[in-house]
T-cell receptor
């Protein structure tokens, strides 16, 4: 069975600083991995996904993630945080018939 | 851009009322899903559907029911709402290809409060 662990339920960074949100997965098959973002009182929006091929995946809003099979990780990064990046971020792995989500990481940006 | 709609966005009702949360998508997706999400918490899958006349229960037990009479419409019903049903309900649909890695597109959610 597939599972996802997001390390850190809350992450706080200063505006302009590097953003790093951690995600580790468990999968019995080659994983398909996703990052979603949720702004307050809204649904989830896809940031990026990894299926096959290049392990460094670029997404929207300047985010990217790198698939590391040896570390079973899919961490999300952004070089320079903006105030508008404040939101909840969810990592997910494709299960047999559905997505399996992590518990989420709330990103706070300090001015 | 995905087009998936949920109504109402916010609902406050009294205990014992019957409610239906509406979800519609215009993308022709076969697969649709309902998630329950408490504030600041993870998502729990409560129902999903592979297509018309197909419904399945998800990972989290729920007293709600769903139906899928039309491809584009996947409503969720609570016959008798209780305060424990207070939560946010998110609807999603995914690409019709059936391949692994199909992206789920989410609606804006319905925030339900039962008094």
């Amino acid at each position: 069975a597939q599972s996802v662990t997001q390390l850190g339920s809350h992450v706080s960074v200063s505006e302009g600083a590097l953003v790093l949100l951690r995600c580790n997965y468990s999968s019995s098959v080659p994983p398909y991995l996703f990052w979603y973002v949720q702004y307050p009182n809204q649904g989830l929006q896809l940031l990026l996904k990894y299926t096959t091929g290049a392990t460094l995946v670029k997404g929207i809003n300047g985010f990217e993630a790198e698939f590391k099979k040896s570390e079973t990780s899919f961490h999300l990064t952004k070089p320079s945080a903006h105030m508008s990046d404040a939101a909840e971020y969810f990592c997910a792995v494709q299960g047999a018939q559905k997505l399996v989500f992590g518990q989420g990481t709330r990103l706070t940006i300090n001015p | 851009e995905a087009d998936i709609y949920q109504t109402p966005r916010y609902l406050v009702i009294g205990t014992g009322k019957k409610i239906t949360l509406e979800c519609s998508q215009t993308m022709g997706h076969d697969k649709m899903y309902w998630y329950q999400q408490d504030p600041g918490m993870e998502l729990h899958l409560i129902h999903y559907s592979y297509g018309v006349n197909s419904t399945e229960k998800g990972d989290l037990s729920s007293e709600s029911t769903v139906s899928r009479i039309r491809t584009e419409h996947f409503p969720l019903t609570l016959e008798s709402a209780r305060p424990s049903h207070t939560s946010q309900y998110l609807c999603a649909s995914s690409d019709p290809s059936g391949a692994r890695g199909d992206t789920q597109y989410f609606g804006p959610g319905t925030r339900l409060t039962v008094l």
